[in-house]
């Protein structure tokens, strides 16, 4: 039950939660207890095999890649702060009205931030440029056995040509986010969080 | 000195006699005997009924400290955490494409990645089904420390109220529930294996009936089930098969105490063995030996020659294969739906302030989990008996048993969902995955061959898509 889960959050770790991710005190709360029912565990922290057992995600094509997003570099566990901040990318733009903080920085769930969330699904190795190589595998992850490999191929090719404006062959993140400019990012990346 | 013992000692024994004697003729006249003739006194209701009063009052006591405090309290996330969009996956991919004209080869969007992303992510942040398989979580508090959230906002006069409950459910209604159980139980074993002894006819399944009948009013009795049966009259009759949502094994006491049911069943050892070949000398039930449970042809052939003989009593089945948390009903396994005889429905829902039915069987052993009952302030809950159901032309035993599914989630006020209960322990299977992956090729590929924009639809029922 995850239930004595949210006597265990203290006060001020939910401030902190708070501060940096914007989230409201009862959201907080709610996906603590969320959290807490996913860590079968009951160690304090998810591992991989948690993310797995949910079987709405496991039929997900890109499924690894969301969970590997939760993960630090090169980490098998993410505790709830790593996995607030990470849900933190979507929240929906609108909800930032209230704490116009000017010393916060950029939040977590600016446009640009969730663009650059999108752009680490496709680019693994980590090197802000998403090689033809590495659309190939996520191509691959989103339709199966169902097209040849020419034919991704082909169709790779063709995006990278669209995208690429500097002649290197692979996506770069300033290229990306030209691509994308007239997509609604903030409506497609957000989730509409209950208060 | 031990002349000064000797008088207390007398005293206390006649004292303890008296008490003893005095408790089992209250036991016998208020819950054996009104057993056995299938009346109520109405004790129960009184008890249940009293019972809510007092969870009310808890409640607000603890809304009245959290308010002072100025604290929140914690609310179950009973209205769900985030707001999903109604529009399947596939509309959301093909709008992006409707935008512009249809291209002569396949086009990739870079921005189809967001809609798989960020259904991954609300899948992460409320699924449908991982909650089926805990405990429903409560909007007010039965006094039961299982299930209390706001510890910190508790009163002395909470605290007191709860301690006298602690007493009351331990010290009196559990030795209490648990004499009436063995009571129940040893009768059942007794009296079935006597009955067993008669030539089969009429006389000896009348008998049966009564004595099952019994019995399992006695179980009921030491659960303090208080059941309200709706619609009697369409009741299941012999020849056919009864098949209900399962939330614990308390369902089939629940079930067997209003009508007579032949069980299905794996052999076990031990006491059950015991109970199951007793109440099988009284009347055919189907047990099965665990290397027959596999041989899917096997099981459905004696279930069809039970069915097909008119004097045998109708077969009580559960169709989803395992415990979900009477929040929902998962996927019926379509077994019981192929041998093409009249279905009985019956939706069964507790009434979760009082105590959670639900067994965790990952969890809990069974012990535990009867314990867990006693020791709680009981179970009410609701049986529905729906009209009966047979196979339609055309229909295949998945539709059929889908339909059945559907009828038992409405009546009952439970979520349909096609997710199989299986899921508790196992993996979803990888074909769920690759028909996502089927649907995006389709599209990705599509457009070229169809230039006419697709057609909008709102499909609010699908809940398999991601």
Redesign the interface.
């Known amino acids: 039950?995850?239930?004595?889960a949210?006597?265990l959050l203290r006060e001020e770790d939910i401030e902190e939660i708070k501060k940096e991710t914007g989230f409201s005190?009862?959201?907080i709360?709610?996906?603590y207890?969320?959290f807490h029912?996913?860590d079968k565990g009951e160690n304090g922290a998810l591992s991989r095999e948690d993310?797995?057992?949910?079987?709405?995600?496991?039929?997900?094509?890109?499924?690894d890649r969301?969970i590997n997003a939760f993960f630090p570099e090169g980490e098998d566990q993410v505790n709830f702060r790593g996995f607030m901040r990470t849900?933190a990318h979507?929240r929906p733009v609108e909800d930032n009205e209230k704490n116009k903080d000017p010393n916060s920085g950029e939040p977590l769930n600016s446009r640009n931030n969730k663009l650059l969330?999108?752009f680490r699904?496709?680019d693994l190795d980590r090197d802000d440029k998403i090689s033809r190589d590495e659309l190939l595998q996520?191509?691959r992850m989103?339709?199966?056995?169902?097209?040849s490999d020419e034919?991704l191929g082909?169709?790779?090719d063709?995006?990278i040509q669209e995208?690429d404006t500097n002649g290197d062959m692979s996506i770069s993140f300033s290229e990306?986010i030209k691509?994308?400019e007239k997509?609604d990012?903030e409506q497609?990346?957000?989730?509409?969080?209950?208060h | 000195m031990e002349s000064y013992l000797f008088p207390f000692d007398g005293l206390l024994c006649m004292l303890l006699g008296i008490s003893f004697t005095l408790w089992f003729t209250l036991l016998l006249i208020f819950i054996i005997v009104p057993a056995v003739f299938g009346v109520s006194f109405g004790i129960r209701r009184l008890y249940m009924k009293s019972l809510l009063k007092i969870f009310e009052w808890a409640t607000l006591r603890m809304e009245r400290g959290a308010r002072e405090k100025n604290q929140?309290l914690?609310?179950?996330?009973s209205?769900?955490?985030?707001?999903?969009e109604l529009v399947s996956l596939e509309q959301e991919i093909q709008e992006?494409r409707r935008s512009g004209i249809p291209a002569p080869?396949?086009e990739?969007d870079?921005?189809?990645?967001?809609?798989?992303?960020?259904?991954?992510?609300?899948?992460?942040?409320?699924?449908?089904?991982?909650?089926r398989f805990?405990?429903e979580?409560l909007e007010s508090w039965n006094l039961l420390t299982?299930?209390?959230?706001n510890?910190?906002h508790i009163s002395t006069r909470l605290t007191v109220l709860w301690g006298v409950g602690v007493l009351v459910r331990y010290a009196i209604l559990l030795p209490l529930r648990v004499t009436l159980a063995f009571t129940g139980v040893g009768l059942l074993v007794v009296l079935t294996s006597l009955i067993g002894l008669l030539p089969n006819g009429w006389v000896k399944s009348s008998l049966s009936e009564k004595a099952h009948l019994m019995c399992y009013r006695i179980c009921v009795r030491a659960l303090t089930a208080i059941i309200t049966y709706h619609d009697s009259e369409n009741k299941p009759k012999n020849g056919g098969i009864c098949v209900a949502n399962h939330t614990s094994p308390i369902d089939v006491i629940i079930l067997a105490s209003d009508g007579c049911y032949a069980m299905v069943g794996q052999v076990h050892g031990g006491l059950m063995g015991v109970i199951q070949r007793a109440m099988l000398k009284a009347c055919p039930h189907i047990w099965f030996e665990r290397s027959e449970v596999k041989d899917r042809h096997l099981v459905a052939k004696r279930l069809s020659d039970h069915v097909a003989d008119k004097t045998k009593l109708p077969i009580l089945i559960f169709p989803e294969g395992t415990c979900i948390n009477n929040t929902s009903v998962m996927m019926f396994k379509k077994g019981s739906f192929e041998i093409g005889c009249t279905v009985y429905p019956v939706a069964i829902k507790y009434d979760p302030r009082f105590g959670d039915a639900f067994w965790n069987s990952s969890k809990f052993g069974m012990v535990n989990y009867l314990l867990h009952m006693m020791s709680s302030w009981g179970v009410v809950c609701s049986v529905w008996y729906l009209p009966p159901m047979r196979r339609e032309e055309g229909e295949d035993a998945v539709q059929f048993a889908n339909r059945v599914k559907a009828a038992i989630a409405r009546k009952g006020g439970l979520a349909d969902l096609l997710?199989d209960g299986g899921?508790k322990r196992e993996?979803?299977k990888k074909v769920?995955?690759?028909?996502?992956?089927?649907m995006?090729?389709?599209v990705?590929?599509g457009v070229s061959e169809d230039s006419r924009p697709f057609p909008v639809r709102r499909t609010s029922h699908n809940r398999q898509q991601?």
């Open positions: 039950m995850g239930s004595r949210s006597s005190h009862s959201q709360t709610r996906l207890s969320r029912s996913l993310f797995q057992r949910i079987p709405e995600l496991a039929i997900n094509p890109l499924g969301i849900l979507f969330f999108a699904l496709y996520v191509l989103m339709v199966g056995v169902n097209i034919q082909s169709i790779a063709r995006t995208a990306f691509v994308l997509v990012v497609k990346m957000s989730i509409r969080f209950l | 929140q914690y609310k179950p996330y209205n769900g955490i985030i707001a999903k992006v080869e396949p990739f870079m921005s189809d990645i967001f809609s798989f992303c960020r259904r991954g992510v609300e899948s992460i942040v409320d699924d449908e089904v991982t909650k805990t405990a979580e299982r299930s209390n959230y510890f910190h997710w899921l993996k979803v769920f995955k690759e028909e996502q992956q089927k995006y090729s389709k990705l590929v991601v």
